[in-house]
């Protein structure tokens, strides 16, 4: 097992077992994932809180703010026994330490308050000057999941995992890299491929092809209504969300029309237009796109060819919204150098 992690690997979790020694072996943890977690968020939660019981024999909480959104996320956390509590129900005073992880502090993307540390933060994003400052931090941005770095802690402490955790494992990968079509480390491939072999067939087909509500084919008929675009730029744009996780799942859907190598999808959820953007240009840095698109207003952030971001509501509502989404959709077209007089409603009559 120990033979099939990376030189750097065994290094991270050197640091960490031994940055876990000089902790309070009575003090409680609190793991929090980024707002509305996608799966690579709950995995990582879930098999760093079974590192920290297992191999530590720490008491431990995982929790999260906001919602599990997509019908795939409910799903897995119900067939495979995920159990989360909600940030706003915990008090901070009852636990000692802190881990982030598949986030990191200060970006408003966690309940963590920004003049807190974490005493641990594991991620794949990109680094962030806050991020230092905690006691513990194992970033690895060439890493397309942050459960592949929590999977690799249970490898080197060799603890086994369940069947249950090896598909979430599995899942949490394949969803993150859309099924390795987007960036993925050597690493990432022999973590999927290591637990492919006891994850549960069944439970992840049913975790890929759950039952969708209603709301979800009227978003999609909203999406495909609001169709624009200028040169290789498609974009859509949603009113109110039933959950804000369907804005990337659209704005990933948008990227697979032929022609097209960025696409920017928005949608208004709780006080917030949320925006995600893709691309197909591994070389690109979506995230630094995010950021100058939301500007000092809004938080965003991501890795390579993904980012999502939000800016909050302009005063007038609901009704605000259209015009908050022209602006952002004529910047993203001059951040990419396309002509945001060129925007045009695409359709294939
Ligand atoms: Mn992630």
Request: hydrophobic content about 40%; overall charge positive.
């Amino acid at each position: 097992m120990i033979g099939m992690l990376s030189e750097l690997a065994q290094k991270r979790f050197a640091a960490f077992h031994s940055h876990m020694e000089a902790t309070d072996p009575r003090g409680r943890w609190l793991v929090l994932t980024h707002d509305n977690p996608d799966p690579d968020a709950l995995t990582a939660a879930t098999i760093l809180a079974k590192v920290l019981r297992s191999g530590f024999r720490r008491r431990v909480t995982t929790a999260y703010r906001g919602i599990i959104g997509r019908a795939e996320n409910q799903e897995m956390v119900r067939s495979l026994g995920m159990e989360f509590s909600q940030a706003r129900r915990l008090k901070r005073e009852s636990y000692r330490y802190v881990a982030l992880v598949d986030c990191q502090p200060a970006t408003g993307n966690n309940p963590l308050p920004d003049d807190l540390a974490a005493e641990v933060v594991i991620d794949h994003h990109p680094r962030r000057r806050r991020t230092l400052a905690s006691a513990f931090h194992d970033l690895r941005e060439d890493y397309a999941a942050s459960a592949t770095i929590v999977a690799e802690y249970l490898l080197a402490a060799g603890i086994p995992a369940t069947r249950r955790e090896a598909t979430a494992i599995v899942y949490a990968i394949r969803s993150e890299t859309l099924d390795f079509s987007r960036g993925a480390d050597e690493a990432d491939k022999r973590i999927h491929d290591h637990f492919s072999a006891r994850a549960l067939p069944r439970l992840l087909g049913r975790i890929q092809n759950p039952r969708l509500p209603l709301n979800y084919f009227e978003t999609l008929r909203e999406a495909l209504a609001n169709l624009r675009g200028v040169d290789t730029l498609i974009m859509s744009r949603l009113g109110t969300v039933p959950q804000p996780d369907i804005v990337p799942e659209i704005a990933d859907l948008l990227l697979r029309m032929e022609g097209r190598t960025w696409s920017l999808c928005s949608g208004l959820y709780d006080d917030r237009v949320y925006c995600s953007i893709r691309t197909t240009n591994a070389r690109a840095d979506a995230s630094r796109v995010m950021r100058r698109l939301v500007g000092r207003r809004g938080r965003g952030g991501g890795h390579g060819m993904i980012a999502g971001g939000w800016i909050p509501l302009a005063r007038g509502g609901e009704a605000a919204v259209p015009r908050q989404q022209d602006r952002l959709e004529a910047r993203l077209a001059t951040i990419l150098r396309k002509d945001p007089n060129r925007i045009a409603p695409i359709s294939g009559a």
